[in-house]
Nanobody
Framework: QVPLVESGGGYVQTGGSLRLSCTAS????????KAWFRQGPGKEREFVAR????????RVADSVRGRFTISRDNAKETVYLGMNSLKPDDTAVYYC??????????????WGQGTQVTVSS
């Protein structure tokens, strides 16, 4: 068992949309910051978005600002990443994480196994 489980990845064409979900497994993460990171082929894991425990404040990376939206529903123990106007450069494995208010992957303690997003050119 993993603490977080992602879903919603898939194949889309340029300009398409996807919504990723990440649900807690085995425990509550309602008091944790939740975040999304991604790792493209041959690249290091990079920050995408994060959201405070109560969902009142969110931050997104410059590369996805205006296109991606992070939200959470603590009653469902789920965090979402809405992705619009997808580009080939968005192709990556997307990971959900729980931890501190940070954009540094190494500072997060809880991770999902990732879900693949592929955007055709």
């Amino acid at each position: 068992q993993v603490p977080l489980v992602e879903s919603g990845g898939g194949y889309v064409q340029t300009g398409g949309s996807l919504r990723l979900s990440c649900t807690a497994s085995g425990r509550s993460f309602s008091t944790f910051t939740k975040a999304w990171f991604r790792q493209g082929p041959g690249k290091e894991r990079e920050f995408v978005a994060r959201i405070t425990p109560n969902g009142n404040t969110a931050r997104v990376a410059d590369s996805v600002r205006g296109r991606f939206t992070i939200s959470r529903d603590n009653a469902k123990e789920t965090v979402y990443l809405g992705m619009n106007s997808l580009k080939p450069d968005d192709t990556a494995v997307y990971y959900c994480a729980a931890g501190p208010w940070s954009d540094v992957a190494q500072e997060y303690n809880y991770w999902g196994q990732g879900t693949q997003v592929t955007v055709s050119s």
